[in-house]
C-alpha cells in the first residue's frame, strides 16, 4: 500500500557543527545541539532532488521550507509536479496542494485517515534512509568541525551531489553505518503548519488529500 502520485519526500537533517563565534544560541537545535539544517527531497531510489542548506538549527522545518526555494517553485512552476503529483512530508510540514501530510491524530482518526497515515509513513522513510546513507559514506557530517561558517552549506550540498553521483554508479557501501539519529520522539515546535498555506491552496490541498484516503 503506497501513497499515489508520489514523486518524491522531503524532511530536514541537522548537521552538527561546533558552535560559532558569533549568534551561537541561534545555532541551538532541540537536543541541545548547534547544527545547520539541511532540507532535501528524494526519489523512491534515494536520489536527491533538491537540497537546500544553511538554516540555523533552531528553525522549524515549515519555516526552513517557506524560506527555501523550493517553496516558490512548488507553486509558480507547472513542470515541477505533472499530472497533479505531489511530494510527501511529515506532520511538521503544511498539507499543500502539492505536498502531502497525514492527519493530525487527535483520536478520531477514520480507519481510512490511520491507513492513509500508516502508508505516507512507511513511504516517506525513503528520505530518512538518504540521510543515514548521506551521513554513513560522508561521516564528517556527523559534526563539520569548521571555522568558516558560511562554507558549511557549500560543503553539505558538495556532499549530496556526490551522494547522487555514487548512486548513478551503483557505489553503494555493505559495511556502512546508516544508524540515523531518530527525531521521531521530539515534540513537534509550536508552529502551525496552516499559516504557511493560502486558504484556496488548503482547500485544495485537503479535497485532494481526502480523495487519496478514499481510494485507500
Known sequence: MYVAGVIGAID??????KAPAENSNAYINRKG??????????????????????????????TVLKRSDLFERMSTDPHMFPTDSHIIGDAAY?????????????????????????????????IERAFAFLKGRFRRLKMLDMSRVDLIPKVIIACCILHNICLDHTDLLDDMDTDEDDD????????????????????????KRNAICESL
Not at 12 to 17: L, P, Q, R, S
Not at 48 to 54: S, T
Not at 98 to 117: E, I, W
Not at 184 to 207: C, E, G, I, K
Open 12 to 17: 530536514g537533517c541537522h548537521i552538527n557543527i
Open 184 to 207: 521521531s520522539h521530539l515534540p513537534v515546535d509550536d508552529v502551525d503548519p496552516t499559516a504557511y498555506a493560502s486558504a484556496a491552496n488548503r482547500q485544495f490541498a485537503v479535497a
Open 33 to 62: 545541539q548547534h547544527s545547520i539544517i539541511l532540507q532535501a527531497v528524494c526519489t523512491s531510489e534515494m536520489k536527491f532532488i533538491d537540497c537546500y542548506a544553511g538554516e540555523v538549527g533552531s528553525v522549524h522545518d515549515a
Open 94 to 126: 503544511p498539507l499543500l496542494k502539492n505536498l502531502m501530510v497525514p492527519y493530525k491524530d487527535t483520536g478520531s482518526l477514520s480507519a481510512r485517515q490511520h491507513r492513509f497515515n500508516v502508508s505516507l509513513s512507511s513511504s516517506r522513510c525513503v
